[in-house]
């Protein structure tokens, strides 16, 4: 591990991140006699447990303290379809846990990777050591929270035939609810069932369950072993959404000096960064695939663009400020979807309340459809969109560039449509319009399960900015999207690439309900380095290797420094 790597991993996410910690002494005599009690219990269970199934295939999880009943449910799908199913924890955990779970067994670990990232998380492994002590020939691991949907009786006569010598994995479709009715198909890998015979090419690598990396790592290390891997195509796990707790600049690191450097490496020896990321997509996110016959195949779809017009929730008014005529006149532009109106209304109504002017740019077709839901706000209506490019009508960047140039304001912004701001003072604007003079101002979301929680998950991405209308010339019309990954740390490195003032506003005010994601984690970074870092930061710094340009990038736009409006 080379020092720099870690000081720029230690730098930006306040990570304190240690040593990988010496490979666990050899199983001792006790420690085996318990992992056979725990086989024959799990074996004397078979016997009481009603499947049609004549194979067995033992999961293998580790279920956590928080979210107790969203996990019951989802490990009570597993043993429905005649799964066994044990749980991987510390001491003290499993004590807390087992009533919860009493139709499972408990495994105690000796280490967990609580030193390194503050909570028990268990190693990988110590998952892999403990499947081969088993007399399972086809084991599996098993995020807790994944749903299993839409399954029938032969399930596991299905991963018991294609798991065979090989590995089988598939993604999850996140859902707000899990009686939802559609869903957004994720590039992470929650389920995977292999054969026993496997384990062995599984190294000590660090990785744990509950943080980045492992997933792709997983099916990485077998391909590069040239084990079979098979991608399960059916859309048959559900996970409600809920805060990350991990960091994707984690998860880059451990990609790229793990994933990279110990496996596709050496698969690739002449291939580039870029090359070896494109490989990595081939192997995890393969067009082929295996299909399960689903029992109904119609419960989720991958995205929310049918959800239609929300017009069943109240309504949440928010009082308009009542001393408008002391405040400095901002006009903040947005685009506003189709769905989730009311999401949209309360977040737009805070903005008013704070004593901002409101704009948003639609192509007609959507300002004609929108435009009663938002009576107190004016609508713009743009020439183009990135519906052939996107499936959907995204706004350009550059659209709402020229349309604010095109203004009497001096200081304008840009927010996402559905940031609602919170604790606001009423002179709020005021501040906002001094500190943007001849400035970016700029802001992160919190992410919350619920508008109403008041504590959540700071995001690395930007939600809302404002800036003085002489900035605007310097933004060229780079393809970017409102709606789209990467335009908001553009948004933040174009100015500081021609050392125009940057200033990060640090008050939590922005909150954001968590919501499916809509846009793909690999096209984010192919922008970033495409645009954000071959266009203008290669120019500030033309020497520096793509590693230092990522430093440079994360000090910019996420910098310890910054404003306070009180």
């Not at 499947?51 to 293998?60: D, H, N, R, V």
Request: with cysteine.
């Amino acid at each position: 591990m080379q020092s720099d790597q870690l000081s720029i991993f230690q730098k930006h996410e306040n990570f304190s991140f240690r040593a990988l910690q010496d490979r666990v002494e050899k199983i001792t005599e006790s420690k085996t006699e318990r992992i056979d009690q725990e086989n024959n219990e799990l074996k004397d269970s078979e016997g009481s447990k009603n499947t049609e199934s004549t194979k067995s295939i033992l999961i293998a999880t580790s279920v956590t303290p928080s979210r107790i009943e969203t996990q019951i449910t989802a490990i009570d799908t597993w043993l429905k379809l005649g799964f066994k199913v044990v749980s991987l924890n510390t001491k003290e955990e499993a004590d807390r846990l087992q009533h919860h779970f009493p139709n499972m067994q408990f495994h105690i670990v000796e280490r967990s990777a609580k030193e390194r990232y503050g909570k028990p998380y268990v190693y990988i492994y110590d998952f892999m050591r403990y499947l081969d002590s088993t007399d399972y020939n086809i084991v599996g691991i098993v995020n807790s929270d994944i749903h299993f949907k839409g399954v029938q009786d032969d399930f596991l006569d299905f991963i018991c035939q294609e798991a065979a010598d090989s590995l089988v994995y598939g993604h999850r479709l996140d859902v707000k609810n899990l009686n939802d009715s559609y869903g957004t198909l994720r590039n992470g890998v929650d389920y995977f069932f292999f054969d026993k015979n496997v384990i062995s090419i599984y190294p000590d690598d660090g990785l744990c369950i509950g943080q980045p990396a492992w997933d792709w790592w997983m099916v990485c290390v077998a391909a590069s072993k040239n084990i079979p891997t098979k991608r399960v195509l059916s859309k048959i796990a559900l996970h409600q959404i809920h805060p990350k707790e991990w960091y994707e600049s984690l998860n880059q690191y451990l990609i790229e000096s793990i994933v990279f450097k110990n496996y596709l490496q050496k698969l690739y020896p002449d291939a580039t960064k870029d090359e070896l990321n494109s490989k990595m997509w081939d192997i995890v996110i393969s067009k082929s695939g295996i299909e399960y016959k689903m029992e109904d195949a119609e419960y989720a779809l991958e995205d929310d663009s049918n959800a239609g017009l929300e017009t069943q929730n109240k309504e949440t008014e928010i009082p308009v400020i009542s001393n408008r005529e002391n405040l400095k006149p901002i006009l903040v532009a947005t685009s506003i979807g189709p769905d989730r109106i009311e999401t949209q209304k309360r977040a737009i109504q805070s903005w008013l309340y704070a004593g901002f002017d409101v704009v948003s740019l639609n192509t007609k077709e959507e300002a004609d459809n929108l435009q009663s839901y938002f009576p107190d706000i004016e609508f713009h209506v743009v020439e183009r969109s990135a519906k052939e490019k996107y499936g959907k009508p995204y706004i350009y960047i550059y659209d709402f560039m020229r349309y604010l140039d095109s203004t009497d304001y001096d200081v304008v912004g840009i927010i996402n449509s559905d940031i609602q701001f919170k604790d606001v003072k009423q002179d709020f604007v005021n501040g906002i319009y001094e500190e943007a003079l001849d400035s970016l101002v700029y802001g992160h979301r919190i992410d919350v399960n619920h508008i109403s929680d008041s504590h959540g998950t700071l995001s690395n991405g930007v939600d809302y900015f404002f800036f003085d209308k002489n900035l605007i010339s310097i933004y060229p019309d780079d393809g970017l999207c409102m709606g789209q990954p990467a335009w908001d740390w553009w948004m933040v490195c174009v100015p500081a690439s021609i050392n125009k003032t940057t200033k990060r506003l640090l008050n939590p005010i922005g909150y954001h309900e968590i919501h499916p994601q809509q846009w793909d984690q690999g096209l984010n970074n192919y922008l970033i380095d495409s645009i954000v870092m071959g266009k203008y930061l290669r120019k500030l710094y033309p020497d520096a290797s793509y590693y230092e340009l990522n430093s440079k990038m994360w000090d910019i736009v996420i910098s310890k420094s910054g404003i306070e409006i009180r």
